[in-house]
């Protein structure tokens, strides 16, 4: 056994760009209810996940069908951010979706706001990179406004609309997500803390 050791360099990520970047939201994912921490309090609240499909930023992946050769692809970037489950006042998800609309939402709205009709929706998200308490950089969104008149063409969606709800347990969508947001989702209140019969999914990071 050698004495000499040393640390694998994490895989780092390519990060979009910083600013406003036309996108589409493509993946609206109920996580349930999780514990968070703010300001030193840990409380239980209703998560989900909007995940947004960048059309400017390319990244790439590995592919193989059929047992054939593994071909390198350049597919659109996709970011994702968590938001507690709520459309009150100060709510960070109704300033976004706010933003998406370029108005404020009317009380008929706020009554009875379903999520799914967002998916698809083009807007510019406004990005944000930051660096965690580990030292290592992501990126956030920070905001969003509706695609304004005379913006260029966007490119056609590639990615799938998705929409997932906890109560789907593991039905639905669940079997295409991440072994992260899997677990994440199976460790909600609501499925009893229970782990991923399968892991048939390359892990993904998230944003």
């Known amino acids: 056994m050698s004495l000499i050791l040393s640390e694998k360099p994490k895989l780092e990520r390519k990060l979009p760009e910083a600013g406003a970047q036309p996108a589409y939201i493509t993946q609206i994912v109920g996580l349930g209810t999780q514990e968070t921490e703010f300001q030193g309090e840990r409380k239980k609240v209703k998560k989900l996940r909007l995940v947004a499909e960048l059309c400017n930023e390319t990244i790439e992946k590995e592919e193989q069908i059929n047992g054939g050769p593994v071909k390198k692809l350049e597919v659109p970037m996709v970011i994702g951010q968590d938001y507690t489950a709520s459309i009150g006042p100060k709510s960070r998800l109704r300033a976004l979706l706010e933003g998406i609309e370029g108005r404020a939402l009317t ?6 706001l379903d999520l799914k009709k967002y998916l698809g929706r083009s807007c510019l998200l406004n990005i944000q990179i930051a660096t965690s308490g580990a030292g290592r950089q992501y990126c956030k969104i920070t905001g969003a406004a509706k695609i304004p008149k005379g913006f260029a063409k966007l490119p056609e969606r590639v990615n799938d609309l998705v929409s997932y709800d906890v109560d789907e347990k593991e039905g639905g969508a ?6 992260w947001l899997k677990d ?6 609501e499925l009893g803390n229970r782990k991923a019969t399968s892991s048939n999914n390359e892990d993904g990071m998230p944003f």
């Open 107 to 112: 009380g008929k709205e706020l009554a009875e």
């Open 174 to 179: 669940f079997s295409t997500f991440p072994q």
């Open 184 to 189: 994440r989702i199976l460790s909600s209140d």
